[in-house]
């Protein structure tokens, strides 16, 4: 039985870390600046997955070049998925598009990083 309880625990805590946590490229100290941090949301759907996009752009006089691009699953048990679709690093902007999972909301942290 304690065997039992121990591995319910470890799959619950593998699962719990292995959220939908996204990462491209990697903010460089000093030299980048956190250029956006927005929170996406959406309410679930009784038995249906919702979508969001999420686009971020950035006005042509001053535009930083995307260097960093992080995503946090705020509420890990949601799971949603993220996947840039236009843009993304080395530009000047991107859209991302979030998914989630059947009768499960989206809410996550987007941080961009530039220079």
Do not use: C, H, N
Request: zero cysteines; hydrophobic letters at 40%.
């Amino acid at each position: 039985m304690k065997f039992v309880l121990i591995f319910i625990f470890l799959v619950t805590f593998v699962t719990y870390i292995q959220a939908a946590d996204y990462q491209w490229g990697e903010p460089d100290g000093p030299k980048d600046y956190l250029i956006a941090k927005d929170k996406v949301k959406k309410i679930f759907f009784l038995g249906l997955r919702v979508t969001k996009k999420y686009i971020f752009k950035q006005r042509d006089t001053d535009a930083l070049t995307i260097t960093a691009i992080r995503i946090t699953d705020i509420k890990k048990k949601y799971d949603s998925t993220a996947e840039i679709i236009s843009g993304g690093l080395g530009s000047k902007g991107v859209a991302i598009r979030f998914k989630s999972k059947k009768s499960k909301s989206i809410k996550s942290l987007v941080e961009i990083w530039g220079r």
